[in-house]
């Protein structure tokens, strides 16, 4: 479910590009929990990864390659959001299944994929079915998109996660304890 947005990120219409601010959202994921973009930009980078079916071979592969390295992405401060316009259901038994540890968004009406102009209906491949397109952003903590992939590239966790910046406190914290161990010991 999506709760009220900013009427500057309705108003947007494109697609957010690098150096972009990305449009301001608070959506609920499947447990009932709530995220607001401008909240969880000051715990470290966002990514907004857009897929467009659960339990389809890309979108499993996708998010079950997320999942296998999740470890790298919450030493980098990272917070991943899955959404699709699946219905909170049909979400809920695919995080299980793939045993993730990260926040599934529904999106059924696609308010979301619309607010950042990824929604589609391929008339031709799947007549009548609405979905969002595979896109994946990456968004630092000023707001500003830091990475955009899209397609088979946005498959691959692995542009996202090297496109989130080591916070400033967590790299001043490493060197400080590695200053510490290569400083020699008084006897």
Avoid: H, W
Avoid at 61 to 66: I, Q
Avoid at 93 to 118: C, R
């Amino acid at each position: 479910m999506l709760i009220p947005m900013l009427v500057a990120g309705l108003l947007a219409g494109a697609t957010p590009q690098v150096g972009e601010v990305a449009p301001e959202f608070t959506v609920e994921d499947t447990t009932g929990k709530t995220y607001t973009l401008s909240q969880m930009v000051k715990n470290g980078p966002v990514i907004l990864a857009f897929f467009p079916k659960a339990f389809t071979s890309g979108c499993t592969r996708e998010l079950t390659a997320y999942r296998e390295r999740y470890a790298e992405i919450e030493k980098l401060s990272g917070q991943v959001l899955a959404v699709s316009m699946d219905d909170k259901e049909t979400l809920t038994k695919f995080k299980e299944s793939l045993k993730a540890p990260f926040a599934f968004i529904p999106d059924p009406e696609g308010k979301l994929a619309s607010l950042y102009d990824v929604k589609t209906s391929d008339e031709a491949r799947a007549p009548g079915m609405k979905f969002a397109n595979r896109f994946t952003f990456v968004i630092g903590e000023d707001g500003k998109v830091l990475k955009v992939e899209s397609g088979k590239d946005a498959i691959d966790p692995a542009g996202a996660i090297a496109s989130c910046p080591m916070r400033k406190q967590k790299a001043d914290t490493a060197r400080d304890a590695g200053a510490k161990q290569a400083q020699p010991q008084k006897k």
